[in-house]
């Protein structure tokens, strides 16, 4: 199975395959820009009506943990990409290194989003179900909606998260069987693309989030 | 994966010994298959079951309105079923019939290929449409939702006492069905087609399927989020279409006609494909206008992102965006009209045969040409005001999708049962099912264009005594559809054991999938073909062989 040249039936060669693999992926991820589209369509047109709540509850944020967490999936995205680099070239060794870093930015950022920041905001009275609401006033009604925004976007993209560091877990396992070369990393490419993917959506959410109508 | 290829043995030159049909027989090689054409099979089981369910809850709802008051007696249980039969033959057959069933299993075929790229996929996306129906059916079983199938907001976020959320999170899993299965169909129509065959040269069906795919893998996730809003909405008791805190339920109409005025292009879309295979046979004529007819699909795709708006022509939008949306939304008849010139241009000095395929693609075209013309009605915005949530528009969307989608599903059903089965049905029978569906179809929704002319509004269980007549027309109709539909599962149920043996090509047809044996070996093809010219390279009967068997 860790043969590098074996393809599947409907295919011409293992490039073809993995092309369409590849080629597969990408469309997925257009799917994906639809499902968070029409979220952050949502979230921007409810802004235009309720700049003065939304922009109440945009200073209820916590921006550093934002930033810092920005700069972490940035980071890790960097070292995904050196890995695949690395693999490229036939370094199974370094490929693991580099996507251990990987999953341990991502479990960072799942730990200071849910851990600490999604705790915080509970201790805050921020969550926009509870009766009890730390904004009240005119304000309330919109910084509610913002916060319904901020606990639904950040809670898919987490979900999302949460699948990238399952699925960096496989990659690793296999990686570590032996089954990647320089001639066959089709599914390191794959995840590679959907990693990145996840840290652009990131890269959406923290200015609509932490930056818009803080002042 | 093991080689499918070893359960075909070369027997002889162009012979194989076996199909995908006798390669294994327990329910095990059923059901953790990756062929796409037994995936095709366990697809269309699943969503015949659907059309049943989903027609027993119509019949259910002609029932009750043969009297003024309502034969049921309860507006609540009224409203339950028509919701059952919008959700169930939307999302369970409407949308996926064609494309799961016949698309799974011709798309490889056509493209000369031995599968679809990624046939784990298709397979997981069965089982995903299995579980999503299973939750659907599960919400509408417990009790129903009585929102109808749009599930507008408040209704359905704050007041509706139905099983709203299962229902939501059943149609949200099968919509990743459906992804799944465009995405798929996408990129083998990019990478898999045989040496040979250029985009040109490739049949209408997968132009047809192609665009649908672009439809399902941009529309359906919009869908998905919707939904998602709507669940937690409900859960929460607050959310995004709240207007309490400043959100706005008319965004959900926007979101869900974003994807929902797609979805009913999605299901036409392979109907024309279907049509446009059968029409170039049975006329034994090239297609007219091959190019017109490929990108007149390719532009209703994408006119069909445009012309959401026209659903909310007195929702209270902007006076503005609605005479915008109502002059966007006539431009879909300009394509849709190149079609059925196009289809009319082929049959034109043809040398037509009636066989029951043909007889489908005729009272396809001339259904949905009159679905189309009374689209522009309801697309005239004056027009709309008076007609809109009258059965008008019931009338309108029925000649599209039954009279046209539903007609365009039999016919190519019958088209390819010899392909797909390896018997031919009876033809007797299928020319009578054809002509009684025909009958009992117009009979069925014309008095509805009436009634709704004359203003019953649809979606109550009561109306103004007047109506009686038309009514009690309308459902003597379903009464002759429903016995119509029955027809073709007991024939041609029959012909899969009975019906003589089909030979690889018993219409004459062009085409790679008339290429191979009948049924196909699980490879498709022994040789991958080599495509040197056109689709649609017929010529009169006199040069060609007795098609018929």
């Known amino acids: ?215 | 994966m093991n080689s499918p290829a070893m359960a075909s043995t070369v027997v002889e030159a162009g012979q194989i010994e076996g199909s995908y049909l006798t390669d294994g027989f327990t329910v095990r090689s059923w059901l953790l298959t990756t062929d796409h054409k037994r995936i095709a099979l366990l697809y269309l089981a699943t969503i015949t079951m659907f059309f049943f369910i989903g027609g027993i809850a119509a019949a259910l709802v002609r029932l009750n309105l043969i009297v003024p008051e309502g034969l049921l007696g309860s507006a609540e249980a009224y409203n339950r079923l028509f919701t059952m039969h919008g959700v169930v033959m939307v999302w369970f057959f409407l949308v996926p019939a064609v494309p799961v069933t016949l698309g799974n299993f011709l798309i490889p075929l056509m493209l000369g290929a031995r599968d679809l790229a990624f046939p784990r996929l298709n397979l997981f996306s069965w089982y995903l449409f299995i579980l999503g129906g299973a939750v659907t059916l599960w919400a509408l079983f417990a009790g129903g939702v009585d929102t109808g199938w749009t599930f507008y907001t408040p209704l359905s976020t704050a007041y509706s006492k139905g099983h709203v959320v299962l229902a939501a999170v059943g149609i949200f899993i099968a919509g990743f069905s459906s992804i799944a299965t465009g995405l798929n169909f996408i990129v083998s129509i990019h990478r898999l087609r045989a040496p040979g065959l250029t985009w040109y040269r490739m049949p209408v069906f997968l132009w047809s399927l192609y665009s649908l795919s672009v439809l399902l893998v941009l529309a359906t996730p919009v869908l998905a989020i919707t939904l998602l809003l709507v669940v937690l909405e409900r859960l929460f008791h607050i959310g995004v279409f709240d207007p309490a805190i400043g959100g706005d339920p008319l965004l959900f109409q926007h979101l869900f006609w974003f994807y929902s005025h797609p979805a009913v292009y999605m299901m036409i879309l392979p109907g024309f494909g279907v049509v446009s295979e059968i029409i170039p046979a049975f006329a034994r004529k090239p297609i007219f206008g091959y190019k017109f007819i490929v990108w007149a699909s390719v532009s209703i795709a994408v006119i069909s992102f445009f012309v959401w708006g026209h659903h909310m022509f007195v929702a209270g939008t902007s006076l503005y965006s609605a005479v915008l949306f109502s002059i966007l939304s006539y431009l879909v008849g300009v394509p849709s009209a190149i079609k059925v010139f196009n289809w009319l241009g082929t049959m034109h000095k043809g040398y037509i045969r009636f066989d029951a395929p043909m007889l489908y693609a005729l009272g396809f075209i001339g259904l949905f040409t009159i679905g189309g013309v009374t689209g522009l009605w309801v697309a005239a915005l004056a027009a709309d005001v008076h007609l809109t949530q009258t059965y008008f528009v019931v009338a309108h969307f029925h000649y599209i999708m039954v009279g046209g989608m539903v007609s365009a599903f039999f016919g190519g059903l019958h088209f390819w049962w010899p392909k797909i089965t390896g018997r031919m049905y009876p033809e007797m029978w299928a020319r009578v099912a054809a002509l009684i569906m025909f009958i009992g179809f117009n009979l069925t929704f014309f008095p509805q264009f009436i009634l709704g002319y004359l203003g019953m509004p649809r979606r109550y269980f009561s109306y103004a005594p007047e109506f009686q007549v038309l009514n009690v027309l309308s459902s003597a109709g379903a009464t002759i559809l429903a016995a119509a539909y029955l027809l073709p599962l007991a024939y041609l149920g029959w012909s899969v054991f009975y019906g003589a043996r089909a030979p690889a090509n018993p219409w004459g047809a062009t085409g790679l999938e008339w290429q191979t044996a009948s049924p196909p070996p699980t490879v498709n093809f022994i040789q991958t073909p080599l495509v040197t010219q056109g689709p649609y390279a017929y010529s009169p009967p006199a040069s060609e062989g007795e098609p018929h068997v």
């Open chain 1, 1 to 215: 199975m860790s043969s590098a040249v074996v393809h599947d039936f409907q295919y011409e060669s293992p490039s073809h395959q993995a092309q369409t693999a590849v080629a597969g992926m990408w469309l997925f991820l257009a799917t994906e820009v639809l499902f968070f589209g029409g979220l952050i369509l949502s979230w921007i047109y409810s802004r235009h009506w309720n700049q003065i709540g939304f922009d109440a509850g945009a200073r209820e944020t916590k921006l550093w943990i934002g930033t810092l967490n920005t700069g972490i999936l940035i980071t890790s995205s960097f070292t995904y990409a050196a890995g695949l680099t690395w693999i490229r070239a036939g370094n199974t060794r370094r490929l693991v290194q580099c996507l251990t870093v990987t999953l341990l930015l991502g479990v960072a950022f799942l730990a200071l989003k849910f851990g600490l920041e999604w705790r915080d905001d509970f201790a805050k009275h921020l969550f926009p179900a509870a009766s009890m609401f730390k904004i009240t006033g005119a304000e309330e009604g919109g910084a509610r909606l913002f916060f319904i925004f901020y606990f639904i976007s950040t809670g898919l993209h987490g979900v999302h998260m949460v699948v990238g560091v399952a699925l960096l877990l496989w990659i690793m396992q296999r990686a570590r069987r032996g089954e990647f070369s320089a001639l066959y990393h089709t599914p390191v490419h794959a995840v590679g693309l959907y990693w990145s993917f996840v840290d652009i959506v990131w890269l959406t959410l923290y200015p609509l989030i932490y930056l818009v109508g803080r002042g």
